[in-house]
């Protein structure tokens, strides 16, 4: 419907209004940033109280600003899947590197009775497209299983996402990628072998050269599984601090044993509302299993529109007032009781806070301390916004009472400070109401709805809930992105300990009979047990360092997605180098063990 005609008669700063635009054929972002930069500049000459507040305009799409909350979650977590990927790619190629050079005598007999290069070439093929097959059938199924265990976890604004499950693009694209990088590496080593001396090759055996480059190539490989990995821990440790800080976070009341409910009231004039609403608060207060009962036209993390406008204490001029906002809600006396808000000073509402009575407001602890820090708020003037019936309307008002801060918004941010007004000086035609139960809150939804059908049959209740389920809303989207950070990176340390495994496992395989001349020569078990768990653990101490500067790099994502600690959180880090170094060290020990063991005369006479 169009605006009224008491939008041009109303005040400059209407900040709800929001203002869309359609850029003209041929002009940039850019262009169109600097008009708005000189209207700006116009409006701040034109009026004082945009001066004051430093008005300005920024430019954005509709897209870029719908999207705008949960674009860093989304880097983040294709990051963390990209990662995992090629994580899983690195290992295939260092395993296909393994087994293809122990599979090079095999290639130089084939070879050397005949086998010509494409038939080599066909069945590497072969065997590689019965890997990725394989592979890839029993992947898609744990894929399968997987998006539909997330889906129980989801938050609550993903419920509405349509078509969640396996997305045939991001398929064929993973598909895509895996078959390419076993195709590419379980064909170098009949590539390479082309190249040798195959009378050598049968000659030597096993103890043809590996090659420098070879060995190079597969430790250059761990490496970058373990930084890889490495930035998933770091991500995983951060997202999981920050769910439990905001599990922790007091939301300024108590959540435990309260129901809450909304009722449209526009159908009542002015006085019948108040009428109405003194009535039910009554007969929501006698019923059994009832401690207390209030009502509020914005309930604490609902999604219902905010209001918010700005306020000016006593002594400020409006150009020294300007920018001072404040979310404002519209109370029942005995609302902050049933929610369990602590009273910091002062006092709560009372019948003094009549529709003809004198003006008073409370305010929370926040705005107190930002506007008269080191000073009491009690007897203090400020004007606020009131709701008449020809509208919002600025009245001077007394401040009687300074509670504790309530997160409106989000558990982890803290938006703006809080105006609380009689809801009989300003009574919104929306009203949620909170019900303080010593029973359980769910078992009074029936006998509510049951009153309210006596009182108004035209009247319905929607949004009944307890109030824990706002709360577990709230955390959700945190809760959501640490189970996939936790599981990223767990991956991603079971295939670096795998890959290390491999990489240790084939090293010693192709040293044993150095090991066995170590041990001839003097060395003992505990010499060659620390020779090879030194070089796994130094793949993964370079792993480290390169992951600890990846995560340091990839701060400013990590920076929008975490509450209440540090990017560079020593706790996170030393536990992401403790934990990496303990998968490294599973990785290396039983290779290690087995050289340690190995006795050095069947390992000289093997050769």
């Given at each position: ?8 008669r ?10 869309l ?22 409006l ?11 008005l ?101 604004y ?6 969640v ?13 895996s078959?390419?990088s ?25 103890r043809?050269s ?55 009231l ?19 207060a ?16 609902d ?15 409006a ?53 008269w ?35 409106n918004?989000?558990?982890s ?16 035609e ?34 009944i809930?307890?109030?824990t ?59 060659i ?72 005369i ?6």
């Amino acid at each position: 419907m169009p605006f009224g005609g008491e939008i041009r008669r109303g005040p400059v700063d209407l900040y709800y209004l929001r203002l869309l635009a359609r850029l003209k054929p041929g002009v940039t972002i850019a262009q169109a940033q600097s008009d708005l930069t000189e209207i700006a500049s116009q409006l701040r000459a034109t009026y004082t109280l945009f001066a004051g507040e430093d008005l300005s305009f920024q430019l954005v799409s509709l897209h870029g600003d719908w999207a705008r909350d949960i674009r860093a979650g989304l880097v983040a977590l294709f990051a963390g899947a990209g990662f995992v990927l090629l994580i899983c790619c690195v290992n295939v190629a260092n395993l296909l590197l393994a087994r293809g050079s122990d599979r090079r005598k095999e290639i130089a007999v084939r070879a050397s009775l005949g086998a010509s290069k494409g038939r080599i070439l066909r069945h590497l093929l072969i065997e590689g497209v019965l890997l990725c097959l394989v592979s890839g059938l029993i992947g898609t199924a744990l894929g399968w299983a997987g998006v539909h265990a997330l889906l129980r976890l989801r938050p609550e604004y993903l419920m509405r996402m349509p078509g969640v499950g396996l997305n045939w693009t991001v398929l064929a694209f993973v598909a895509a990628i895996s078959f390419a990088s076993v195709l590419l590496f379980a064909l170098l080593p009949s590539i390479d072998v082309m190249k040798l001396d195959l009378n050598r090759c049968l000659r030597d055996g096993e103890r043809t050269s590996q090659g420098t480059v070879r060995r190079g190539l597969r430790s250059a490989l761990i490496v970058a599984e373990v930084t890889l990995g490495f930035v998933l821990l770091i991500g995983a440790g951060l997202t999981i601090r920050t769910l439990v800080n905001i599990l922790s976070v007091n939301p300024g009341f108590e959540a435990q044993r309260l129901l809450t409910f909304e009722i449209d009231l526009s159908r009542y004039a002015q006085r019948m509302r108040l009428n109405f609403v003194k009535n039910w608060e009554s007969t929501l207060a006698g019923m059994p299993g009832v401690e207390s009962v209030g009502g509020v036209s914005h309930l604490p993390l609902d999604d219902y529109p905010n209001w918010y406008s700005p306020f000016r204490p006593d002594g400020l001029t409006a150009d020294q007032a300007a920018g001072l906002l404040a979310d404002y809600r519209a109370i029942t006396p005995g609302y902050l009781r049933a929610m369990g808000t602590k009273l910091v000073a002062g006092r709560f509402f009372d019948e003094q806070g009549r529709a003809g009575g004198r003006r008073v407001v409370l305010v929370d602890d926040l705005l107190a301390r930002t506007v008269w820090p080191g000073q009491s708020a009690i007897g203090k003037k400020i004007e606020a916004e009131h709701l008449r019936e020809n509208g919002f309307t600025p009245e001077w008002s007394e401040v009687v009472g300074v509670v504790e801060h309530i997160h409106n918004h989000s558990l982890s941010t803290t938006v703006r400070g809080e105006i609380y007004i009689p809801y009989e000086q300003t009574a919104r035609e929306h009203l949620s109401f909170a019900v303080r139960t010593r029973v359980d809150p769910l078992s009074l939804a029936e006998p509510i709805r049951q009153e309210l059908r006596r009182h108004d049959k035209d009247l319905a209740i929607s949004k009944i809930r307890p109030m824990t389920v706002y709360l577990e809303r709230a955390s959700a989207p945190a809760q959501f992105t640490a189970v996939l950070s936790a599981i990223f990176a767990g991956l991603a340390l079971l295939l670096s300990a795998v890959g290390i495994y491999g990489v240790v496992s084939y090293s010693v395989s192709r040293r044993m009979r150095e090991m066995g001349v170590r041990m001839a020569l003097g060395a003992t078990s505990s010499n060659i047990l620390a020779l090879v768990l030194r070089e796994g653990l130094n793949l993964a101490l370079v792993g480290v360092v390169l992951g600890a500067g990846g995560a340091l790099l990839a701060s400013r994502v990590l920076q929008n997605l975490i509450y209440g600690v540090s990017v560079f959180d020593p706790a996170t880090y030393g536990l992401a180098v403790a934990v990496t170094s303990v998968a490294a060290l599973l990785g290396c020990w039983r290779p290690a063990a087995k050289a340690a063991s190995a006795n050095p005369i069947d390992a000289i006479r093997c050769e």
